[in-house]
């Protein structure tokens, strides 16, 4: 008796062993990914190893900067750690924050290639310059543009800057002293016809800006 080769029978046959290869081979894959993700884990925690942070999740990491908590966890982190610490954000993803003017010195001198997560975003804006360009195109961009920017180039540019400095400053003071004598005289309350409409995670912001009226202090 002859069996078609379009039999249920066969079909079913055939169907159930595409789905045990297909099954080891996500399985074999899975186990890569996991071999991976170990690897530059531990390859991480070695780098980082000088440098303590906060507890943090071995694989949602830091999850006690996240929400409207996050700057007063990174300044509470700078007075800890007054260098600098490593930010885990998943398990095999971390950034070191740097705030040591030596390290800030030592890292901004070296010519390693840029991290293409953060900087790929700027590209569409302010285009591939010596900001985002690696190896020998950047070499070259700084090598153009070094000679303008020569210690003597830029002292005439000193006291012309320190006069722009004392110029803010002393606007600054008057502009306090503005809101001062206002304050004296009026009193700033919220508009009730324009309520803000509030953003969630965000301070002092809203959709529709935030309005004030001033009320006179009889």
Partial sequence: MSVSALSPSRFAGSLSGFLQVASVLALLLLLLKVAQFYLHRQWLLK????????????????????????????????????????????????YFSVYYPDYMKVILGRSDP????????????????LLLLNGQPWFQHRRMLTPAFHYDILKPYVNTMA??????????????????????????????????????????????????????IH
Avoid at 79 to 90: A, K, V
Avoid at 167 to 180: D, G, Q, Y
Avoid at 201 to 214: F, Q, T, Y
């Fill in 163 to 216: 006069d722009s400095i004392r110029l803010m400053l002393f606007a600054m003071n008057e502009l306090k002293v503005v809101v001062a004598l206002t304050l004296l005289r009026f009193e700033l309350l919220p508009d009730p016809t324009k309520v803000p409409i509030l953003l969630p995670r965000l301070v002092l912001k809203s959709k529709n800006g935030i309005h004030l009226r001033l009320k006179k």
């Fill in 114 to 129: 840029k991290a293409n997560g953060a900087y790929r975003l700027l590209a569409p804006w302010i285009g591939y310059g």
């Fill in 47 to 94: 780098a980082f190893q000088q440098f303590p942070s906060p507890p943090f999740h071995w694989f949602f990491g830091h999850q006690q900067f996240q929400g409207d908590q996050e700057i007063e966890q990174v300044l509470k982190c700078v007075e800890n750690f007054p260098s600098g610490f490593p930010r885990w954000f998943w398990g095999s993803k971390a």
